[in-house]
């Protein structure tokens, strides 16, 4: 069972326009919801998290929507850049369990 | 060095080997953990060690055997691994266990021949 379910599975998106991947979970017990970021030859990296009692947060050109009582949440990229094409992924974690997405390949297009 | 750091980058064994990947951590953290990342698939949480102590096994096979001698250093044993063992394994570290960043190495990517 996919204790996180994320779409799209790939994604291109041109330069300044809006990337958005959206994630869905089941289990109410999570309570941290990190999206990392991960580029060909390297490990994934932390991009920004958000906890259950806040329903947006943003850093920079990123920002985390969440709705708990649908138990979704996405990751918007504003004015995206070909920088930013890599793998994202969305991750769901309750104490020692941490459950990610299948990914999103985004692929931004000058 | 800083961060976290895994060798080897590359592994190519048969099923009959043995061998082990190395994590060390430069980061002053106490908690380290194993994932495997597969083509197509989330990534999988393997082991979890808190100050040395393991605190999860999400049910992997004992052809994958974890250590961990102390809070900068964990290691995975491997022997008698299978083909469909071929993957991307990932080492990452957190200050604390819990919902805390986790910072991961570059990974060691593995094929089992």
């Known amino acids: 069972q996919q204790q996180v379910k994320q779409s799209p599975q790939s994604l291109i998106v041109q330069k300044g326009g809006i990337s958005i991947i959206n994630c869905a979970y089941e289990?109410?017990?999570?309570?941290?919801f990190p999206w990392y970021q991960q580029f060909p030859g390297k490990g994934p990296a932390l991009l920004i998290a958000?906890?259950?009692?806040?329903s947006e947060k943003k850093e920079g050109r990123f920002t985390i929507s969440f709705n708990k009582s649908a138990k979704q949440f996405s990751l918007h990229i504003m004015d995206s850049q070909p920088g930013d094409s890599a793998t994202y992924f969305c991750?769901?974690?309750?104490?020692?369990?941490?459950?990610f997405g299948t990914g999103t390949s985004l692929t931004v297009i000058p | 060095e800083t961060g976290v750091t895994q060798t080897p980058r590359h592994l190519v064994m048969g099923m009959t080997n043995k061998k082990s990947l190395k994590c060390e951590q430069h980061?002053?953290?106490?908690?380290m953990y194993w994932y495997k990342q597969s083509a197509k698939k989330p990534l999988e949480l393997m082991f979890v060690?808190?100050?040395?102590?393991?605190?999860e096994n999400n049910s992997v096979p004992s052809r994958f055997s974890p250590e961990c001698p102390n809070s900068s250093h964990l290691f995975l044993h491997l022997h008698t691994l299978q083909p469909e063992d071929s993957a991307l394994y990932l080492c990452?570290?957190?200050?604390?266990?819990?919902?805390?960043?986790?910072?991961f190495g570059p990974g060691t990517r593995l094929t089992v021949t």
């Open positions: 980061l002053g953290h106490n908690a």
């Open positions: 289990n109410t017990a999570f309570d941290y």
């Open positions: 958000i906890r259950p009692d806040v």
């Open positions: 990452a570290s957190s200050q604390v266990l819990g919902t805390y960043e986790q910072y």
């Open positions: 060690y808190n100050f040395k102590e393991q605190t």
């Open positions: 991750a769901a974690s309750t104490g020692n369990q941490f459950y």
